[in-house]
């Protein structure tokens, strides 16, 4: 009887000591969670740009980068990972480690990109960190000398002849849903190019290789100024502050307006207090007065929202480019 007494405590030692190595263990690993978020970042972080040097989407988030790696106290190393609409670099990112070192810096081309059919990533394999850049500024862009004069000479002229105004994309990207759109719209056929991105597009204009050229008027604004580029319209709901001069799209008889969000998000699995450490550091970046006034010049708004914001953003997107994709497609 002595015997089994002391086995039976020796048993009940043994699963105690086990518990309490469990316990201890599970406070270690939340400790060590909490830990890595108040010392993140610790090294120097790689932002993946789904896009090709010297466009809008290259261009808004170096500027970005600079005032973040302030924030941080580390340097944010921008690359860009181009092809497929930006497929190529968004994979890059989904497959990554989910330390907090690779985020990616992207726009609302990652819907569309989900909508043709180019990729089964979408937003929802992220933790989305938050987005401080709108721009309403999606404009037709055409050289200075053109015969095309307005939103209204292009419907006229592309009606006359369809198919015979080159109008340049890049396939699965921003660009490409809304040249879809406005032929649906007006009942006009483009011969679509397939030039690559903002920055391609734009030489293949001041190459006379293009007649028309869909892009950010922020981008191509210093060649309005110059007077090599005139601006046709923009999409969206009113005049831009910074160009006043420039009619909408609505104002010219199509209804066509876009507006186009640029975010920053981790792969699926960052931990949160990481995530957190860098939507705070965005934040304070959305409210730096240099930071605005530096963003102003591309025709921009700084506007922060948060990762719950962000979200809902993208899905009343996915809604509305659904509906649109789906009526062009009847």
């Known amino acids: 009887m002595k015997k089994l007494f002391i086995f039976l405590t020796l048993v009940f030692m043994v699963v105690l000591a086990g518990c309490n190595n469990g316990n201890a263990s599970s406070e270690g690993e939340g400790g060590d969670s909490a830990d890595a978020g108040a010392s993140y970042p610790e090294q120097e972080i790689n932002v993946v740009v789904p896009a090709g040097a010297g466009?809008?989407?290259?261009?808004?988030?170096?500027?970005?980068?600079?005032?973040?790696?302030?924030?941080?106290?580390?340097?944010?190393?921008?690359?860009?990972?181009?092809?497929?609409?930006?497929?190529?670099?968004?994979?890059?990112?989904?497959?990554?480690?989910?330390?907090?070192?690779?985020?990616?810096?992207?726009?609302?081309?990652?819907?569309?990109?989900?909508?043709?059919?180019?990729?089964?990533?979408?937003?929802?394999?992220?933790?989305l960190v938050g987005s401080i850049v709108q721009d309403n500024g999606n404009a037709f862009i055409v050289n200075a000398d053109s015969d095309i004069q307005d939103i209204e000479t292009l419907i006229e002229m592309a009606q006359e002849s369809p198919g015979e105004i080159q109008v340049a994309t890049e396939t699965g990207a921003f660009t490409h849903l809304q040249l879809l759109e406005f032929q649906e719209e007006t009942g006009t056929e483009f011969n679509v190019v397939d030039v690559g991105g903002a920055a391609d597009k734009t030489t293949a204009l001041l190459g006379d290789q293009i007649d028309i050229i869909p892009t950010q008027q922020g981008l191509v604004q210093e060649y309005i100024d110059s007077g090599d580029f005139r601006s046709l319209g923009v999409m969206s709901e009113e005049r831009l502050e910074g160009a006043p001069d420039t009619p909408t799209f609505t104002e010219q008889g199509a209804d066509i307006v876009y507006d186009k969000f640029f975010f920053w998000a981790f792969p699926e699995g960052t931990p949160q207090e990481v995530v957190d450490k860098f939507t705070g550091a965005l934040e304070s970046v959305a409210n730096n007065e240099e930071f605005q006034n530096e963003m102003s010049e591309f025709l921009v708004d700084v506007s922060y929202m948060n990762p719950e914001e962000t979200q809902q953003l993208f899905e009343d997107r996915t809604e509305k480019y659904s509906e649109i994709y789906e009526q062009t497609q009847q």
């Not at 106290?73 to 968004?90: A, D, K, P, R, W």
């Open 55 to 127: 466009g809008d989407t290259d261009r808004n988030t170096r500027v970005t980068a600079e005032y973040l790696s302030e924030e941080l106290g580390q340097e944010l190393i921008v690359n860009n990972i181009t092809g497929s609409g930006g497929t190529v670099g968004v994979d890059e990112v989904n497959n990554a480690e989910a330390d907090g070192y690779t985020v990616l810096a992207f726009h609302n081309s990652m819907i569309i990109n989900d909508i043709l059919g180019l990729t089964d990533v979408n937003y929802e394999n992220f933790e």
